[in-house]
C-alpha cells in the first residue's frame, strides 16, 4: 500500500467537473489499496512522506506547481507531471525543438527573435508557409495567445503584442481541420483517445467570442476505432517530451498528420474516459510502480532548498533559449520543422 498525495490548489475546486474527477482518481486509488490526500501549497512540506505525488493543478515552472515537483524530485518521489516536462510544455519553442530532434510531423515552423521582424520578412512567411499564418506566444496555455492571421499588417500587429511578452515567438502553418485528435499518453503506452469538437465561431478548441468562452465538444472514441496511425504518433510525440502523462493534440488533413501541441497535465474531466474506465487505475499503478520509483530515485538531487527552485528554472530557461541561439539569427528564420506523413 503507497501513500499518494493529490496536488490541488483553490482553481482546481472551483471547477466541478475537476472537483468530480479528483474524487473519482481518489476513490481508484483507496480501491487499489492506497491511501490518498489531497495537498495543497501550503502542505508542501508532506511532499517528502509521501510514495508519489500527482499534480493536478495548472502547471507552470513560475508558480507553486514547480516548485512542488522539484521537491518530489529532489526527494525521490515520482511525481506526475515531473519537472522536465513541465519545463519544456511551458514553453512552445521548447518543445518543439524536442518534436523537431525527434523527426515528429507537425506544421511547418519559425522562431522570429524580437526586433527581426519587418515588412519583408512578414511578406516571406506567408510566401513559405501560406496563409492564414497562426502566431504563438511561447508561454501560452488553453489557447490564450494564439492567433490566426490573413496579412502582413495583421502579422505584425499581433507579432508587437506578443513580442511585449516574450523575446521570441511561434509562426506556424495553418492546418484546417474540425477537430483534434487527442491522444493520451502515459509512460508511452496509450490512456485515452478522443476528439476534441472545434466550435464553429473558432479554430481552436477553447477562445474567447464575444466576451465569451466558448469550449470544444469532447468525443471519446474506443482505441480500436481509432487509426493506428494517430496512436503511433501521440506515442512517438510523447516519448519526444519523457515518460510522464500528456495530452497529444494532433490536426488531420489531406491524410497527413500533424502534432500541434504535446499538453503536461492534460484534462481528465471532460468525459476522456468514457471509452477508458481503467484511466486513472493506469496513472495511479505507473505513479507507484518500481520503475517510476527507480526513476525517482535516478533523478533526486539530494540538496537544494525549494527556495532556490525559481532560480535555477531561470538558469535553464536562459540555457534553453541559448541553444535557439546558437543557430544563428539567419538559421532561426528559416529553420523549416517540415511535416511527414503520419
Given at each position: 500500500?503507497?501513500?499518494?498525495?493529490?496536488?490541488?490548489n483553490?482553481k482546481?475546486?472551483?471547477s466541478?467537473s475537476?472537483?468530480?474527477?479528483?474524487?473519482?482518481?481518489?476513490?481508484?486509488?483507496?480501491s487499489?489499496?492506497h491511501?490518498?490526500?489531497?495537498?495543497?501549497?501550503?502542505d508542501?512540506?508532506?511532499?517528502?512522506?509521501?510514495d508519489?505525488l500527482?499534480?493536478?493543478?495548472?502547471?507552470?515552472?513560475m508558480n507553486?506547481?514547480?516548485v512542488?515537483?522539484?521537491?518530489?524530485?529532489?526527494?525521490g518521489?515520482?511525481?506526475?507531471?515531473?519537472?522536465?516536462?513541465?519545463?519544456?510544455?511551458?514553453?512552445?519553442?521548447n518543445?518543439?525543438?524536442?518534436?523537431q530532434?525527434?523527426?515528429?510531423?507537425?506544421?511547418?515552423?519559425?522562431f522570429?527573435?524580437?526586433r527581426?521582424?519587418?515588412?519583408?520578412?512578414?511578406?516571406?512567411?506567408?510566401?513559405e508557409?501560406?496563409?492564414?499564418?497562426?502566431?504563438?506566444?511561447?508561454?501560452?496555455?488553453?489557447?490564450?495567445r494564439?492567433?490566426?492571421?490573413?496579412d502582413?499588417?495583421?502579422?505584425?500587429?499581433?507579432?508587437k503584442?506578443f513580442?511585449k511578452?516574450?523575446?521570441w515567438?511561434?509562426?506556424?502553418?495553418?492546418?484546417?481541420?474540425?477537430?483534434?485528435?487527442?491522444?493520451?499518453?502515459?509512460?508511452?503506452?496509450?490512456?485515452?483517445?478522443?476528439?476534441?469538437?472545434?466550435p464553429?465561431?473558432t479554430?481552436?478548441?477553447q477562445?474567447?467570442?464575444?466576451?465569451h468562452?466558448?469550449?470544444?465538444?469532447?468525443?471519446?472514441v474506443?482505441?480500436?476505432?481509432?487509426?493506428?496511425?494517430v496512436i503511433?504518433?501521440?506515442?512517438?510525440?510523447?516519448?519526444?517530451?519523457g515518460?510522464?502523462?500528456?495530452?497529444?493534440d494532433?490536426?488531420?488533413?489531406?491524410?497527413?498528420?500533424?502534432?500541434?501541441?504535446v499538453?503536461?497535465?492534460?484534462?481528465?474531466e471532460?468525459?476522456?474516459?468514457?471509452h477508458?474506465?481503467?484511466?486513472?487505475g493506469q496513472?495511479?499503478?505507473?505513479?507507484?510502480?518500481?520503475q517510476?520509483?527507480?526513476?525517482?530515485r535516478?533523478?533526486?538531487m539530494?540538496?537544494?532548498?525549494?527556495?532556490?527552485?525559481?532560480?535555477?528554472?531561470?538558469?535553464e530557461?536562459?540555457?534553453?533559449?541559448?541553444?535557439?541561439?546558437?543557430?544563428?539569427?539567419?538559421?532561426?528564420?528559416s529553420?523549416?520543422?517540415?511535416?511527414?506523413?503520419?
Amino acid at each position: 500500500m503507497s501513500k499518494l498525495g493529490i496536488f490541488v490548489n483553490r482553481k482546481t475546486l472551483s471547477s466541478s467537473s475537476q472537483l468530480m474527477a479528483l474524487v473519482k482518481c481518489r476513490d481508484v486509488a483507496e480501491s487499489m489499496g492506497h491511501t490518498v490526500e489531497f495537498i495543497f501549497p501550503v502542505d508542501m512540506k508532506k511532499i517528502p512522506r509521501l510514495d508519489a505525488l500527482f499534480i493536478r493543478a495548472d502547471t507552470d515552472p513560475m508558480n507553486t506547481t514547480y516548485v512542488a515537483a522539484r521537491m518530489a524530485e529532489m526527494y525521490g518521489v515520482p511525481v506526475i507531471d515531473d519537472p522536465t516536462s513541465i519545463r519544456i510544455c511551458a514553453d512552445k519553442i521548447n518543445m518543439y525543438m524536442h518534436l523537431q530532434k525527434e523527426g515528429v510531423s507537425m506544421p511547418k515552423t519559425r522562431f522570429l527573435k524580437k526586433r527581426e521582424l519587418d515588412d519583408q520578412q512578414a511578406r516571406q512567411l506567408f510566401d513559405e508557409l501560406g496563409s492564414p499564418l497562426v502566431l504563438k506566444e511561447p508561454s501560452t496555455s488553453f489557447s490564450v495567445r494564439v492567433e490566426k492571421v490573413s496579412d502582413v499588417e495583421e502579422l505584425l500587429k499581433v507579432a508587437k503584442r506578443f513580442f511585449k511578452l516574450s523575446d521570441w515567438i511561434v509562426v506556424q502553418e495553418y492546418i484546417e481541420s474540425r477537430f483534434d485528435w487527442r491522444v493520451g499518453v502515459i509512460n508511452g503506452q496509450l490512456l485515452y483517445a478522443c476528439r476534441y469538437i472545434i466550435p464553429s465561431e473558432t479554430f481552436k478548441i477553447q477562445a474567447s467570442v464575444n466576451g465569451h468562452i466558448v469550449y470544444c465538444d469532447v468525443e471519446s472514441v474506443p482505441a480500436d476505432q481509432v487509426p493506428p496511425e494517430v496512436i503511433d504518433l501521440g506515442k512517438q510525440a510523447a516519448g519526444a517530451i519523457g515518460k510522464g502523462l500528456y495530452g497529444v493534440d494532433i490536426k488531420e488533413s489531406n491524410g497527413k498528420l500533424f502534432v500541434i501541441e504535446v499538453n503536461d497535465n492534460p484534462s481528465l474531466e471532460g468525459g476522456e474516459d468514457e471509452h477508458y474506465p481503467e484511466m486513472f487505475g493506469q496513472i495511479i499503478s505507473h505513479l507507484v510502480s518500481a520503475q517510476a520509483l527507480d526513476d525517482a530515485r535516478d533523478l533526486s538531487m539530494g540538496t537544494i532548498s525549494s527556495a532556490g527552485l525559481m532560480g535555477r528554472y531561470q538558469q535553464e530557461a536562459e540555457f534553453t533559449y541559448a541553444q535557439v541561439g546558437q543557430w544563428g539569427e539567419s538559421d532561426i528564420y528559416s529553420s523549416d520543422i517540415d511535416s511527414k506523413e503520419g
